[in-house]
């Protein structure tokens, strides 16, 4: 499909979008330009000004895109697992790390202090998904009579302990390719055993 026709079927955010994401992987969030990503696109470059107006709402709408997707495979992973709360939090701790490995430019983008704009509806919507989703799959591990201080203390500490993991990953600071599994399933049994020591509080 060309890209005229594209921007005729209304795909011409969605043609920016993948554009602006390829060149997360490739250069990094801190490279990525409105005139970059219509080139990326083969568009004229007033096209992402239309659909985003700046920089900042670019990188909004890219920082939207990856909480979805992130989202998205939480469930399809989460939904895979065996219906056990270990193994559903092992599973919703795998798609962290392996959304890490898989869209580097999108996680850094996530959490590397990107100026978004943090009004946006869609954003907020889309990391209130994710942030629920951390909920759900922590639920079964807290106390019982857990109020929200102990719950969001055990959503911070399984937070902090897979994406410190995953950031080592990306910084390149892990074991090489060959024992990469061994020490992802090392973290995840760690993961388990401080939610189950959590509950046990």
């Not at 709408?61 to 909480?67: G, H, K, N, R, V």
């Not at 994710?130 to 799959?137: H, K, P, R, S």
Request: proline share 2%; glycine share 8%.
């Amino acid at each position: 499909m060309s890209t005229k026709s594209e921007y005729h079927h209304g795909n011409l955010r969605a043609a920016l979008i993948d554009a602006g994401i390829a060149i997360l992987d490739e250069v990094g969030w801190k490279a990525l330009s409105l005139r970059g990503c219509a080139a990326r696109a083969g568009v004229s470059h007033a096209a992402p000004s239309h659909h985003f107006g700046n920089a900042t709402g670019l990188r909004t709408a890219l920082a939207s895109e990856a909480y979805r997707r992130f989202a998205d495979q939480t469930d399809r992973y989460v939904r895979k697992a065996a219906k056990n709360p270990e193994a559903c939090l092992r599973a919703a701790g795998l798609s962290y790390i392996d959304f890490a490995k898989q869209n580097p430019g999108l996680f850094t983008l996530m959490f590397g202090g990107a100026e978004l704009n943090q009004d946006d509806t869609a954003l907020n919507e889309q990391r209130r998904r994710a942030y629920d989703q951390l909920g759900e799959n922590i639920a079964d591990f807290l106390p019982a009579g857990a109020n929200e201080t102990v719950d969001h203390g055990l959503r911070v500490s399984v937070w902090s302990m897979v994406h410190g993991y995953a950031h080592l990953i990306l910084a390149g600071q892990m074991a090489p390719k060959a024992r990469e599994h061994a020490s992802d399933d090392a973290l995840l049994d760690s993961l388990v055993r401080m939610a189950v020591a959590y509950h046990r509080k």
